[in-house]
Nanobody
Framework: QVQLVESGGGLVQAGGSLRLSCKASGLTSSRYSMVWFRQAPGKERTFVAGMNEFEDAYYADSVRGRFIISRDIAENTVYLQMNVLQPEDTAVYYC?????????????????WGQGTQVTVSS
């Protein structure tokens, strides 16, 4: 059974940092494209950052230069280091996995999703 379990969310002041983790079980995350999405209240789920099996990293314009995606193969875990957080970064952050290419708009190709972790940035 495949599971993606996110952790590391919380409440932080603007300008602060958080590191999210996505621990995978039942699949080898290095063989998948692993992606972070986020969903703010009343809004659609949007792409944040992704890393394919070749460790190419992709970022949304809104987070490029502030967020860093990485993976630890031994831990089968993907991380999202979030720096210089702003109130507009407040959302539930989801980890997803696909055996195909990273899609930033179409979400139907993602085979597995985590349950999400809340990130709240206060001003």
């Amino acid at each position: 059974q495949v599971q993606l379990v996110e952790s590391g969310g919380g409440l932080v002041q603007a300008g602060g940092s958080l590191r999210l983790s996505c621990k995978a079980s039942g699949l080898t995350s290095s063989r998948y494209s692993m992606v972070w999405f986020r969903q703010a209240p009343g809004k659609e789920r949007t792409f944040v950052a992704g890393m394919n099996e070749f460790e190419d990293a992709y970022y949304a314009d809104s987070v490029r230069g502030r967020f860093i995606i990485s993976r630890d193969i031994a831990e089968n875990t993907v991380y999202l280091q979030m720096n210089v957080l702003q109130p507009e970064d407040t959302a539930v952050y989801y980890c997803a996995a696909t055996s195909g290419p990273i899609a930033t708009v179409y979400l139907g190709g993602y085979e597995y999703w985590g349950q999400g972790t809340q990130v709240t940035v206060s001003s």
